[in-house]
């Protein structure tokens, strides 16, 4: 059998189960199975497949029509330049969350002396792993509810060789965290709880804990701008990414007396997501 035929053919299969992109979910199944680059599939379709990748291929293959996300099958996923380890345990990091971090980095570069930065609900540490990557001095707190989100982060981070930089705390709240940081960053759950049940299968198979941020999906991030100013050092940011029509809204519950600048960006989609809040000094 050739890649070409048996790709035509999961493709077929997706596509009858609803799954969003299956062409592209199909490559990367078949040529992680081949052990081949997901490009050379395409550019040689001929490729001979062997009986066993050909068996591992259709095992993920039906994980897949179940609606289990791709990033758990292959077991990580890309998040700006850095492979990182991601299951069950933790939210797929998303492209939406590459951009806050950029956000992040960009506010760090404007700081002088030594940084620390706070990665709030970190999951599998993206954010965090990846300004420490980026910022050779900084010092990252990586903040979570679940230990098991956090045993995969702090497997991340091993991995990655921030050991020395990163630490992690088990916490529901900013309470315990005194800081103070030069930013908080965080991607806080932020999905209605109402607006769940009807979500895709793939998102459904992601930690309800990363996934439910209460009635209007606002509870973590509410406790963030409440708690943050009393972390932050002076001139410091709270960098906060949420959902569709909520930006705005948390934005507008940023007291003036406290937040020298206040601003919302939109992500490449055009949806109005990120909320910068800067305090004074
Ligand atoms: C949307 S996920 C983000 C994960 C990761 N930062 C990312 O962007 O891929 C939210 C994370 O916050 C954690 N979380 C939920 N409620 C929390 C709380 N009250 N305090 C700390 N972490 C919380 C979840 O377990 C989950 O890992």
Redesign the pocket.
Known sequence: MTAGLILTEAVKRLAARGVDEPGPNAQWLLATAMGVERLRLLAEPDLPVTPAALKIFEQHLILKEQGLPLAYILGWQD?RGLRLKVDKR?????PE?EE?AGLAADFLKTRKGELSAL??????????LWLAKEFPALRVTC????AR?INCAAANSTELGLDARVRFVR???LAPLKGPFDVIV?????IPTGVIPGLAPEVLSE?K????GGYDGL??AG?LVRLAPRRLKPGGALIL?LGEAQAKKLAALLPDAVWKEKKTFKDLSGIERFVYGRING
């Open positions: 998040f933790v939210l797929v990091p998303r969350t806050l990665d709030y609900g970190a999951g599998s540490g993206a954010i965090g903040a979570e509810k679940s989100a916490t529901a709240t965080s991607n806080p759950p932020y930690p804990m990363a996934l439910d509870d973590v406790m990414e």
